[in-house]
C-alpha cells in the first residue's frame, strides 16, 4: 500500500507541475512581469507553499509536545538545505541531458544579477536564522529577529518587483485546461495556477505519508525525517518546475525557482520557527546549515566571477546531499 501511495503521489506532484508552469508563464507575462519576479516570487513562493506548511502545522498545533517542535524545526531547516544542494544538483543534471553535451562546456543562460541578489540575500539572512540556533538568545531578540526576517522579505519582494528585468520569452500558446481558444481569460489562468497548487500540496503531504510509514517501519527518528525526508518529497514541485523550464530553454525561470524559494525559506518559515520554538539546533541541524551555507557560497562566487555558471559546479550540490546523508545515517546507528 505504502508504495501505491507513493506512485500515485508522486503522479499527482509531476502532472501538477506541467499545468503550474504552463498557468504562472501565462499569468505573469498577463501581469507583465518579469523573468525574475515569475521565477522567484510567482512560481518559488507557490511552489513553496507544500513545505512550508508542514513545519507551520507541526509547530503551531504541537501543544508544547517536544518531539514535535523538534520535527518543525527540521522540517523549516531541511527546505533550504535540499535546495541548495539536491536542487541544484536536479538542474546540473538536466542541462546536461537536454543539451546533450559535456561536462565542462555545458552553460546556463540565466539573468546572473537576477541570481546573484536571491543567493545573496539567502546566504545573509540564513545565517542569521542559523546563528541564532547557536547562540541562544532572549525572547526579545528572538522577537526581534522574526521581525528582522519578515521585514526582509517584504523588502526583497519590493526590490524583485522594481527592478527591471528581461520580459517573458516564448510564451505558452495555450492553457492547458482551456480549450477554447489561444488567449484564455486571465481568470482561467489564476484558477488553473491555484488548482495545480492545490494537487502538489495534496500529492506533496501523501508522499510525506508514506515515507514517513515506511521510515517508521524501519525506526527512523522523526526529527530526520522532518529533515531529510520530508523536504526531500516537499521540495519536488521546485524540482519537477525546473526541469520542465530547462527542457524549454528557460535558464532564468528554472534556476529563479529555486533560489527565489531559497530566500522565502530563510526569512518567513525561520520566523515562525524563532517565535513559537526553542529554535536549539542539534548536531544534524547545525551539519546541514553548514553545507547548505557552503553550497550557497560556491554558487555566489561562481555568479561573481566573470565566466558563464557551467552544469558541472552545480553537480557539487549532490555530493553535499550525500555527505550528509552519510553523517545522518552515522548518528542514526550511533
Known sequence: MTVVELV???AAILL???LFTNAVEILGDRLNLGQGAVGSLLAAVGTALPETMIPIVAILFSEGDAETGHIGIGAILGAPFMLTTLAMFVVGISVLVFRGREIGSAELRIDEGITRRDVGFFLVFFTLAAAAGVVQLPIYAKALLAVVLVGAYVFYVRQVLRAEGALLEEVPGRLTLWPFGSRPPTWTAAAQLVGSLVVMGAGAHFFVDAVEHGSAALGIPAGLIA????????ELPEKFNSILWIRENKDTLALGNITGAMVFQSTIPVAIGVIFTDWRLDFLSIFAVV???ISGLGLYAMLRSKRPLRAGPLLGGGAMYAIFLVAA???VLL
Open 8 to 10: 500515485l503521489s508522486l
Open 16 to 18: 501538477a507541475a506541467a
Open 227 to 234: 529533515l531529510v525526508l520530508a523536504p526531500l518529497a516537499t
Open 291 to 293: 553545507l547548505a551555507l
Open 329 to 331: 545515517i552515522f548518528v
